[in-house]
């Protein structure tokens, strides 16, 4: 139990680190502008970088391939676009995913 | 009773993240259990890391055998890309209470990070809402994880498509994020990147390096092309 406790507070704290960095120091400083203008890119990029290999790449060794989470997404990301709303996207996105599973789609001619 | 406000509307911008924590959270604690830990040593690790993917990857190092240095060096190889996301809250909370901040910043996940950074854009959120969002995401990801080790495995996988849960929410919110077409031809960009080199490179780091590679390119092409 002790070697478990020194291996989770070791884990907790370089997980810690980069997460309160830089709201620590860059909170209380001028932040350039040219690293502001990076910085409002970055969400967009890490949720695309998080999301397309999730659709697209499975497997291992990974490979790519054509996954149920990829036919689920383009529904999904068209009822996203139309209505904005995140609840109703994560219903509907598991709704699909779940009747995709289920071999239902073809049914409805999709 | 202001506080009381931020509290239930924070709770509302939280949820999507807690539904899809529970699956996760529920197969990590199954799989904690088949690899020899307690539940209480299960919900001790969510205490204090509370990172899914890096947990994930802990105790099936801790079931091949690794040393505690080898989990702890990949533990911040795999979080380090929350360096990005802290920044890019930093800029929404300039000036505010530096303990608060410390308690937000052990809060932010790949999740939380998105759905708070959202609404500071919108402009209608404070650091109050941002930690009710955080600390709802750590309650709700704890107790899965423990429920997990104590019997997930009764629970029926891919029930009601829940597995889709957090990829539907990224959907979204990367919706949210496509305001123009900086952000779009950075999203693409970094959408690209991240396949190749996910295919390239083990482990998670092509998540930052997609991101960082995206975002240069992104910018250089705002200055320059238009």
Known sequence: MKDYLILIAGMGFVTFLPRWFPLFFLSKREIPKLLIEWLDLIPAAILSALLIPALVVGGEPKIMAFKPELLASIPTFLFALK????????????ALYWLIGKGLLPFFGL | MRQNNDVRIGASAAWPICLGYIPIGFAFGVL?????????QIGMMSVFVFA?????????????????????????????????????LAVFFKGEDRKRLSLFAYGVTDESFAVNLARLRDGDWNLNRSLVVNQMANAAWIASTVIGGFGGQFIPEKAFGIDYALIAMFICLLVFQLRGRKYVITAIIAGI??????????????IILASVIAATLGLIFKKYLT
Do not use: E
């Not at chain 1, 709303?85 to 598991?94: A, D, H, K, Q």
């Not at chain 2, 190749?196 to 780091?205: H, K």
């Open chain 2, 52 to 88: 899914g993917s890096s947990q994930f990857i802990a105790v099936s190092m801790l079931a091949d055998g690794a040393s505690a240095i080898a989990i702890i060096l990949t533990t911040f190889m795999v979080n380090l890309r929350h360096l990005l996301m802290s920044s890019a």
């Open chain 1, 83 to 94: 209505t904005k709303s995140l609840g109703g996207t994560v219903i509907v996105g598991m």
């Open chain 2, 32 to 40: 904690a259990r088949k690899a020899g830990l307690t539940p209480l």
């Open chain 2, 193 to 206: 990147l991240a396949v190749i080199f996910s295919l390239l490179i083990p482990g998670n780091s092509y």
